[in-house]
């Protein structure tokens, strides 16, 4: 008996040992993040009314990533806790408000090579993803993780991907339901205890649908991207109470992207993007939006250039829904650092026009600092409550991020942004006597450190 308990344990070691052989541990990796923000707020999202006061508050994302790299198969989970510091009581071993409990699994996904080693060899991909992702395409506007917010986006998906000699193409499926049910497919894109959906338009798709291609040029690439999205139909009786019915809205979005150089200096960013079907209400929809960007490299250290920005919106008495959404993207990387438009304050149906000014300086290897300053204003007319026509200019903003990587690990980042607000914007946000001035401060601290690699 001890001999066979002996040869146990020596095999167990043996294949313990080779679990965790150079070979075997190559092929696993183990991450986290630690970031903590800290907010003073004064107007951050929405101008406040006079004799409201300024918040302060620090948020922290805690996350801890595993991958998994094998024989035509990558796997990779990303679990995250989010949550204000103080929410919970110091004592208490549950979340003290179950509505805030911020642990969730933000990523858990499976791809698997539908090509043998030797094809995958000559760099062509053709694979299937699989699972709770995250989409990112192009600069982000339309499709991107959102990384800004603690809780960031994500999406569950099906995605089969193509590349062969710089030619990429993507196609994704999304079929979303409240539950497992025995009979029926209608769902309500507004989950009980919480708001959910686009850039605030508080309702998440039925499914979803999407072709993304693009094509690496000399300087730079050119894509195309095609996505539509249903929402689930429904009415309301005299109560306002939603009664889900059969059937889907379908929204449809397409259009170009463009980056490239021009020159040794000019880099070239463009887009332009179409809505056309039917908006989550039901409504026809015609919409669209545009954007240019140039940056100039004065040198190594320093870049500077203009930027325009235009999403169509709705006028006054409009029967036919011509407010452009920017989908499922990152609003916080485009129309000012203070989240005042496309994020999760409304500000009408307008739209926006953005005309504005970036640049950055690199000081050193490890620290750069950017100031951006935007003029916003409205497409379609502003009418008070009393019918008068206000001035098309919502304000202007300044923005001043400075990032500074102590280690491969570790970043600090800090800004500054004010905002000047008009009464046309106050108007459109639903905020009566506002202040004169906004203003937001943050410190961001960041560790990504890598556990196993």
């Known amino acids: ?13 043996l294949g313990i040992s ?15 993040q630690l970031r903590t923000r800290s907010e003073l707020l004064s107007g ?48 208490n071993n549950r979340v003290t408000n179950a509505a805030q409990n911020g642990f969730m699994l933000h990523e858990a996904w499976g791809e698997i090579s539908l090509l043998d080693t030797n094809q995958i060899k000559t760099g062509k991909e053709f694979s299937l993803k699989i699972g709770r992702q995250e989409l990112l ?59 959910a959906g686009t850039n605030g338009i508080g309702t998440m798709y039925k499914s979803m649908q999407f072709g993304y291609a693009s094509k690496k040029l000399k300087q730079g690439i050119v894509s195309l991207l095609i ?35 021009l020159g040794k200096s000019w880099n070239l960013t463009a887009s332009a993007y179409m809505q056309q079907g039917k908006d989550k209400d039901g409504a026809k929809l015609s919409a669209y939006m545009y954007s240019v960007k140039g940056v100039y490299d004065v040198n190594k250290f320093i870049s500077v250039g203009p930027g325009f920005d235009y999403t169509s919106g709705s006028g006054t008495g409009s029967t036919k829904n011509k407010t452009f959404d920017p989908l499922y993207g990152t609003p916080h990387k485009f129309w000012g650092q ?23 300086i690199k000081t050193s290897p490890k620290l750069s ?23 098309s200019n919502f304000g202007e903003e300044l923005d001043i991020i400075a990032t500074f990587n102590l280690t491969k690990t570790i970043s600090f980042q800090g800004g500054y942004c004010t905002f000047l607000p008009t009464n046309s914007l106050a108007q459109v946000k639903g905020v009566t006597d506002p202040q004169k001035m906004a203003n937001w401060a943050y410190l961001m601290i960041n560790i990504k450190p890598d556990f196993l690699k």
């Open 227 to 261: 996505l539509k999205d249903d929402f689930q139909k429904y009415t309301l009786t005299q109560t306002g109470t939603k009664n889900l019915e059969k059937g889907v809205n379908s929204r449809v979005t397409f259009g170009p992207y463009l980056q490239t150089k």
């Open 137 to 195: 395409y192009d600069d982000s506007r339309l499709l991107g993780n959102l990384d800004w917010l603690q809780q960031a986006r994500r999406h569950d998906a099906a995605l089969i991907k193509y590349s062969n000699q710089g030619f990429t193409a993507h196609f994704g499926f999304a079929y979303n339901q409240n539950s497992e049910l025995k009979t029926g497919t209608l769902y309500n894109g507004v989950p009980n205890g919480y708001p």
């Open 369 to 391: 600092i950017q100031a951006d300053l935007h003029q916003f204003s409205s497409p379609s007319q502003v009418i008070n409550t009393k019918d008068e026509k206000l001035s």
């Open 44 to 91: 951050q999202g929405s101008p406040l009314s006079k004799g409201s006061k300024p918040a302060f508050f620090t948020s922290q994302r805690t996350r801890l990533n595993v991958g998994y790299k094998g024989y035509r198969t990558l796997f990779f989970i990303s679990a995250q806790d989010v949550r204000v510091w103080g929410q919970d009581a110091s004592t």
């Open 18 to 32: 080779a679990l965790f052989s150079s070979e075997t541990m190559a092929q696993l990796s183990i991450s986290g």
């Open 338 to 360: 203070m989240d005042y438009f496309y994020a999760a304050n409304g500000f009408g149906k307008g739209g926006l026009s953005d005309l504005y000014l970036t640049s950055t």
């Open 1 to 13: 008996m001890k001999t066979i308990r002996y040869l146990f344990i020596a095999g167990a070691a």
